[in-house]
C-alpha cells in the first residue's frame, strides 16, 4: 500500500507502487493530460517515475493554480527543448559533438563541440528551428533507462565522446549509483542523451521554442581546454508567452544600461585604466551626485553621521575583522610595505614565502616555503628577520572595519547609543573578467554604505529605520515593485556566533521590519550570514526583471573582533551591535539598474541637463539668453541651442539625449513673454507657458523630484 499526499492534504491510497502519472489520472481525467511531471517529496521527476514510498505528490503542470506560470514546467520544457535542439543540429551537422546543455532561468543553453570547423551560425537557426519543429511534430515520448556505472562507463568510452565520459565521471564523484539516458522514442533506436532528467512526458507538449543565439564558450570554462560554441534557445509553453518573451528581451536590449551609458554619455570603461573600473564622466556624475544627496538628505534627516575613510588600511585591521585572509579569492593582492618588499627581494624571497609572510603563516613554514621553491638565500639573517611576518595593505573590501574603529576611538554612553556613521565608500573586489558586466558587476564600486552600533534594544527600531529609508527612495523613483527576503538561521545550525536568544529577537526583528513595508516578503532559513540575519532587496524593473540591489544586516561577530563597548546604566562595559546597511548596493550598480528601469530617460531632478531652450532664429537668441539665465538662477541645469540648424533638428537632436523639457522661443514668445514647451516622449508641443510660470514650474519639479509626467510636473500641467 502506497499513501499519497496530495498539496490539498488530501491522501489517495494505491495497492502499488503507482507512477506519478497514475497519480494524476486518478486525480481527474483533464490533470492528466495537462500534466508534465512531478514533484515527489519536494524533488522534480518524470511522470513516468515510479513512487514506491509513501510521499507528498504535486503534479505539476504549465501555470500553477493562481494562473501563475510555473517555473517547474518551464524547467521541463527547457531541458526537454535543449534534448531536440541537440538532436537537430546532428541531423544538420553529423559531426557535432554534444558537451552540456543545462536549462537557465529565461532560456537554455547547448555547448557542442564542431570539430570539423564548419561551426553554425545565426544563418542555421530557421533550419535548426524547422527540424526541431519535426521532432515536437513526431511527438516522441522520452524514456529513461538506466545502467550500472561501469557498464555505463563501457557504453560511453565505446561510444568515444570525452566530454559525455567527464559528465558520467562527475555524476559519479557526485555520488550516483547508475547512469541514466534519455531516449526521445525508443532505446537504442532513436536519438538519445546522457541525461539525469527529468523531462516532460514526450516532445509534442514542447509548446513553443526558439533558437536564440551562439556565444562561444570554453570547456569547464578555461580557455586552455576546447572551445566549444554555446547555443541558446527557450522554450514556453504557449507560443504567446514565447511572444511576450522575445518582445520583453527586445525591450531589454533597448534598454541595455551598457549601450544607453555610451549614448547619452554617462560613462566609460577604460581598458588601459581597467576592466570593472567604472569612469564617471560629467552627466553621469550628475546623476550619482543627485542620488546621493537624495540619500544623504534622507540619512541625516534620521541621525546618521557622514564620516569618509581611506581606501586602504592595514592587513592587520583585516585581519581583525576576518575579511583576510580568508576572502582574499575576491579581493586585489595585498599592498606590502615598500621596506619590507625591498629586504625580501635582497633576500631572495620567492612569491609564495612574500604571500605566506602576508597571510600570517608561520614564518618558519614561510621559509620551507622559499627553499622548496629552491631560491637561492642571499643572507637572509642580515636583511630579513625570518621569523617576522609582513605587514602591507588592503585595498579595502568592505567600509566595516574602518567604520568600527572611529567608533572606538572614543567612549560612548549608552544614553549616546545608536552611533550611526554613513559613508558613500568604496571598496574593491576581485571578480573574474568574465563575470564583469557594465556597471551591474564591476571590481570598484562606491557602497551607499551605513554602520549603526546600537544597543541589543535597540536592534528593531532600527531595522525598521533603514527599511523606512528603502520605502521612501523607492517610493521616488517610481521602484513600486520590489521584494525583501529575510535571511534566517539554519534550524540546526551550530556554526552562529552570538548569544541564541539574541538573534531569535534580531530574527524577529527582521520580520517584524520587513512586515511593515506592505511588500511581499519571504523567510529563508539558512541564508543568514555566520554573524547574524539579514534583509536583501530585490526590485522589479518596469520590464518585470528582477534586480537584486543590497542587504540590511544585523551583525553579533565584528563588534567582538573589535572589542567595541559602551559604558550602560551600570557604569559597565557593554557590547553593541552592528548594522550594516547598503539597501542600494552601490551607486555604480545602482545607476546601472536605474538607466534600465527608465531607460535612459531620468526623471528632471536626475537627468544631467533639465532643460534646453531653442531659438527659432538669431530674433529670439536675446530672449533665448534671458530664459537660460532664469532657470540657471533657480539651480535647473539648462542649455541654449544657437545654433544655426532649423528648430526641427534641434528639437531631434534634444529628444536623442532624452532631455526632459524644450523650450521654444521665437520672436512672437519674446513679444508676449510665454515659452512654447514640448516635453520628452510626446510627439507634439505641449503648448505655450508664460516665461515665469516656466521656470517656477520646472525648478519646483525639481525641487519635489517628482517622476516624468506625474501630479504636479510642469508636464501634467497641460494635462498630457
Ligand atoms: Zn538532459
Ligand atoms: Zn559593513
Given at each position: 500500500?502506497?499513501?499519497?499526499?496530495?498539496?490539498?492534504?488530501?491522501?489517495?491510497?494505491?495497492a502499488s507502487a503507482p507512477t506519478a502519472g497514475e497519480v494524476a489520472a486518478s486525480i481527474g481525467a483533464g490533470l492528466a493530460k495537462s500534466a508534465l511531471g512531478a514533484r515527489v517529496d519536494g524533488e522534480l521527476v518524470d511522470?513516468?517515475?515510479?513512487?514506491?514510498?509513501?510521499?507528498?505528490?504535486?503534479?505539476?503542470?504549465?501555470?500553477?493554480?493562481?494562473?501563475?506560470?510555473?517555473?517547474?514546467?518551464?524547467?521541463?520544457?527547457?531541458?526537454?527543448?535543449?534534448?531536440?535542439?541537440?538532436?537537430?543540429?546532428?541531423?544538420?551537422?553529423?559531426?557535432?559533438?554534444?558537451?552540456?546543455?543545462?536549462?537557465?532561468?529565461?532560456?537554455?543553453?547547448?555547448?557542442?563541440?564542431?570539430?570539423?570547423?564548419?561551426?553554425?551560425?545565426?544563418?542555421?537557426?530557421?533550419?535548426?528551428?524547422?527540424?526541431?519543429?519535426?521532432?515536437?511534430?513526431?511527438?516522441?515520448?522520452?524514456?529513461?533507462?538506466?545502467?550500472?556505472?561501469?557498464?555505463?562507463?563501457?557504453?560511453?568510452?565505446?561510444?568515444?565522446?570525452?566530454?559525455?565520459?567527464?559528465?558520467?565521471?562527475?555524476?559519479?564523484?557526485?555520488?550516483?549509483?547508475?547512469?541514466?539516458?534519455?531516449?526521445?522514442?525508443?532505446?537504442?533506436?532513436?536519438?538519445?542523451?546522457?541525461?539525469?532528467?527529468?523531462?516532460?512526458?514526450?516532445?509534442?507538449?514542447?509548446?513553443?521554442?526558439?533558437?536564440?543565439?551562439?556565444?562561444?564558450?570554453?570547456?569547464?570554462?578555461?580557455?586552455?581546454?576546447?572551445?566549444?560554441?554555446?547555443?541558446?534557445?527557450?522554450?514556453?509553453?504557449?507560443?504567446?508567452?514565447?511572444?511576450?518573451?522575445?518582445?520583453?528581451?527586445?525591450?531589454?536590449?533597448?534598454?541595455?544600461?551598457?549601450?544607453?551609458?555610451?549614448?547619452?554619455?554617462?560613462?566609460?570603461?577604460?581598458?588601459?585604466?581597467?576592466?570593472?573600473?567604472?569612469?564617471?564622466?560629467?552627466?553621469?556624475?550628475?546623476?550619482?551626485?543627485?542620488?546621493?544627496?537624495?540619500?544623504?538628505?534622507?540619512?541625516?534627516?534620521?541621525?546618521?553621521?557622514?564620516?569618509?575613510?581611506?581606501?586602504?588600511?592595514?592587513?592587520?585591521?583585516?585581519?581583525?575583522?576576518?575579511?583576510?585572509?580568508?576572502?582574499?579569492?575576491?579581493?586585489?593582492?595585498?599592498?606590502?610595505?615598500?621596506?619590507?618588499?625591498?629586504?625580501?627581494?635582497?633576500?631572495?624571497?620567492?612569491?609564495?614565502?612574500?604571500?605566506?609572510?602576508?597571510?600570517?603563516?608561520?614564518?618558519?613554514?614561510?621559509?620551507?616555503?622559499?627553499?622548496?621553491?629552491?631560491?637561492?638565500?642571499?643572507?637572509?639573517?642580515?636583511?630579513?628577520?625570518?621569523?617576522?611576518?609582513?605587514?602591507?595593505?588592503?585595498?579595502?573590501?568592505?567600509?566595516?572595519?574602518?567604520?568600527?574603529?572611529?567608533?572606538?576611538?572614543?567612549?560612548?554612553?549608552?544614553?549616546?547609543?545608536?552611533?550611526?556613521?554613513?559613508?558613500?565608500?568604496?571598496?574593491?573586489?576581485?571578480?573574474?573578467?568574465?563575470?564583469?558586466?557594465?556597471?551591474?558587476?564591476?571590481?570598484?564600486?562606491?557602497?551607499?554604505?551605513?554602520?549603526?552600533?546600537?544597543?541589543?534594544?535597540?536592534?528593531?527600531?532600527?531595522?525598521?529605520?533603514?527599511?523606512?529609508?528603502?520605502?521612501?527612495?523607492?517610493?521616488?523613483?517610481?521602484?513600486?515593485?520590489?521584494?525583501?527576503?529575510?535571511?534566517?538561521?539554519?534550524?540546526?545550525?551550530?556554526?552562529?556566533?552570538?548569544?541564541?536568544?539574541?538573534?531569535?529577537?534580531?530574527?524577529?526583528?527582521?520580520?517584524?521590519?520587513?512586515?511593515?513595508?506592505?511588500?511581499?516578503?519571504?523567510?529563508?532559513?539558512?541564508?543568514?550570514?555566520?554573524?547574524?540575519?539579514?534583509?536583501?532587496?530585490?526590485?522589479?524593473?518596469?520590464?518585470?526583471?528582477?534586480?537584486?540591489?543590497?542587504?540590511?544586516?544585523?551583525?553579533?561577530?565584528?563588534?567582538?573582533r573589535f572589542d567595541l563597548s559602551y559604558a550602560g546604566p551600570d557604569n559597565r562595559p557593554h557590547r553593541p551591535v552592528m548594522i550594516h546597511r547598503a539597501p542600494f548596493g552601490s551607486m555604480e550598480r545602482f545607476c546601472g539598474?536605474?538607466?534600465?528601469?527608465?531607460?535612459?530617460?531620468?526623471?528632471?531632478?536626475?537627468?544631467?541637463?533639465?532643460?534646453?531652450?531653442?531659438?527659432?532664429?538669431?530674433?529670439?537668441?536675446?530672449?533665448?539668453?534671458?530664459?537660460?539665465?532664469?532657470?540657471?538662477?533657480?539651480?535647473?541645469?539648462?542649455?541654449?541651442?544657437?545654433?544655426?540648424?532649423?528648430?526641427?533638428?534641434?528639437?531631434?537632436?534634444?529628444?536623442?539625449?532624452?532631455?526632459?523639457?524644450?523650450?521654444?522661443?521665437?520672436?512672437?514668445?519674446?513679444?508676449?513673454?510665454?515659452?512654447?514647451?514640448?516635453?520628452?516622449?510626446?510627439?507634439?508641443?505641449?503648448?505655450?507657458?508664460?516665461?515665469?510660470?516656466?521656470?517656477?514650474?520646472?525648478?519646483?519639479?525639481?525641487?519635489?523630484?517628482?517622476?516624468?509626467?506625474?501630479?504636479?510636473?510642469?508636464?501634467?500641467?497641460?494635462?498630457?
Amino acid at each position: 500500500m502506497v499513501r499519497i499526499t496530495l498539496p490539498d492534504g488530501s491522501v489517495k491510497e494505491f495497492a502499488s507502487a503507482p507512477t506519478a502519472g497514475e497519480v494524476a489520472a486518478s486525480i481527474g481525467a483533464g490533470l492528466a493530460k495537462s500534466a508534465l511531471g512531478a514533484r515527489v517529496d519536494g524533488e522534480l521527476v518524470d511522470l513516468a517515475q515510479r513512487i514506491e514510498r509513501d510521499a507528498k505528490v504535486a503534479i505539476v503542470t504549465a501555470k500553477n493554480r493562481d494562473g501563475t506560470v510555473s517555473p517547474d514546467a518551464l524547467y521541463l520544457l527547457r531541458h526537454s527543448c535543449a534534448h531536440v535542439m541537440a538532436e537537430a543540429i546532428q541531423r544538420l551537422f553529423p559531426s557535432v559533438q554534444l558537451v552540456y546543455g543545462p536549462p537557465l532561468e529565461t532560456s537554455f543553453y547547448y555547448d557542442m563541440l564542431f570539430p570539423d570547423g564548419k561551426i553554425m551560425s545565426a544563418d542555421d537557426f530557421e533550419k535548426v528551428e524547422a527540424e526541431m519543429a519535426r521532432i515536437v511534430a513526431e511527438n516522441r515520448p522520452f524514456t529513461r533507462y538506466e545502467m550500472p556505472v561501469a557498464d555505463g562507463m563501457a557504453k560511453l568510452g565505446k561510444e568515444g565522446s570525452k566530454f559525455k565520459l567527464d559528465n558520467a565521471q562527475r555524476a559519479v564523484e557526485a555520488g550516483s549509483t547508475t547512469l541514466s539516458w534519455y531516449a526521445t522514442g525508443e532505446p537504442g533506436k532513436d536519438w538519445e542523451d546522457l541525461c539525469r532528467g527529468p523531462h516532460v512526458p514526450s516532445t509534442g507538449r514542447i509548446g513553443a521554442f526558439k533558437v536564440l543565439s551562439l556565444a562561444s564558450s570554453y570547456w569547464k570554462g578555461d580557455e586552455k581546454l576546447d572551445r566549444l560554441t554555446r547555443v541558446y534557445g527557450t522554450a514556453f509553453a504557449t507560443k504567446e508567452e514565447l511572444e511576450q518573451h522575445v518582445r520583453l528581451q527586445e525591450e531589454a536590449r533597448r534598454r541595455d544600461h551598457r549601450v544607453l551609458g555610451k549614448q547619452l554619455r554617462l560613462f566609460h570603461i577604460d581598458e588601459m585604466v581597467g576592466q570593472g573600473l567604472i569612469l564617471w564622466t560629467p552627466k553621469g556624475s550628475i546623476v550619482r551626485n543627485e542620488l546621493q544627496n537624495f540619500i544623504g538628505a534622507e540619512l541625516r534627516k534620521q541621525g546618521y553621521h557622514q564620516v569618509f575613510t581611506p581606501h586602504i588600511g592595514k592587513l592587520d585591521l583585516y585581519k581583525t575583522s576576518g575579511h583576510f585572509p580568508y576572502y582574499k579569492e575576491s579581493q586585489f593582492p595585498a599592498i606590502p610595505e615598500g621596506d619590507d618588499l625591498a629586504a625580501l627581494c635582497d633576500s631572495g624571497c620567492s612569491c609564495a614565502e612574500l604571500v605566506a609572510r602576508l597571510d600570517g603563516v608561520a614564518p618558519q613554514f614561510a621559509r620551507e616555503l622559499n627553499e622548496r621553491a629552491g631560491r637561492e638565500v642571499i643572507g637572509p639573517e642580515r636583511v630579513m628577520d625570518p621569523n617576522r611576518l609582513v605587514n602591507g595593505f588592503l585595498l579595502k573590501p568592505m567600509n566595516c572595519p574602518h567604520h568600527a574603529k572611529i567608533f572606538a576611538s572614543e567612549p560612548h554612553s549608552y544614553r549616546d547609543m545608536p552611533v550611526r556613521l554613513a559613508e558613500f565608500g568604496t571598496v574593491y573586489r576581485w571578480e573574474q573578467s568574465g563575470e564583469l558586466n557594465g556597471m551591474t558587476r564591476v571590481r570598484g564600486f562606491t557602497q551607499d554604505d551605513a554602520h549603526l552600533f546600537v544597543r541589543e534594544d535597540q536592534v528593531a527600531e532600527e531595522v525598521l529605520g533603514c527599511l523606512s529609508l528603502v520605502k521612501i527612495i523607492f517610493a521616488t523613483l517610481g521602484m513600486n515593485d520590489y521584494r525583501v527576503r529575510v535571511g534566517l538561521r539554519d534550524p540546526d545550525g551550530s556554526k552562529y556566533v552570538g548569544d541564541p536568544a539574541n538573534w531569535d529577537k534580531a530574527e524577529q526583528a527582521c520580520r517584524d521590519a520587513a512586515k511593515t513595508l506592505g511588500v511581499p516578503f519571504s523567510e529563508e532559513p539558512g541564508e543568514a550570514a555566520f554573524y547574524g540575519p539579514k534583509i536583501d532587496f530585490v526590485v522589479k524593473d518596469v520590464i518585470g526583471r528582477s534586480w537584486q540591489l543590497g542587504t540590511v544586516q544585523v551583525d553579533y561577530n565584528l563588534p567582538i573582533r573589535f572589542d567595541l563597548s559602551y559604558a550602560g546604566p551600570d557604569n559597565r562595559p557593554h557590547r553593541p551591535v552592528m548594522i550594516h546597511r547598503a539597501p542600494f548596493g552601490s551607486m555604480e550598480r545602482f545607476c546601472g539598474v536605474l538607466i534600465e528601469h527608465f531607460a535612459g530617460a531620468f526623471p528632471c531632478w536626475l537627468n544631467p541637463e533639465q532643460v534646453r531652450v531653442l531659438p527659432i532664429s538669431e530674433k529670439s537668441a536675446a530672449y533665448a539668453d534671458e530664459l537660460l539665465a532664469a532657470l540657471k538662477a533657480r539651480g535647473v541645469r539648462a542649455t541654449v541651442d544657437h545654433g544655426n540648424e532649423r528648430v526641427q533638428a534641434k528639437i531631434k537632436v534634444a529628444a536623442e539625449e532624452k532631455i526632459p523639457y524644450m523650450a521654444v522661443v521665437g520672436p512672437r514668445d519674446a513679444e508676449n513673454r510665454v515659452v512654447s514647451v514640448r516635453a520628452r516622449g510626446v510627439e507634439a508641443n505641449l503648448g505655450e507657458m508664460p516665461f515665469d510660470a516656466f521656470v517656477a514650474g520646472v525648478a519646483d519639479e525639481i525641487e519635489r523630484r517628482l517622476l516624468s509626467g506625474a501630479p504636479g510636473t510642469v508636464q501634467a500641467s497641460f494635462g498630457k
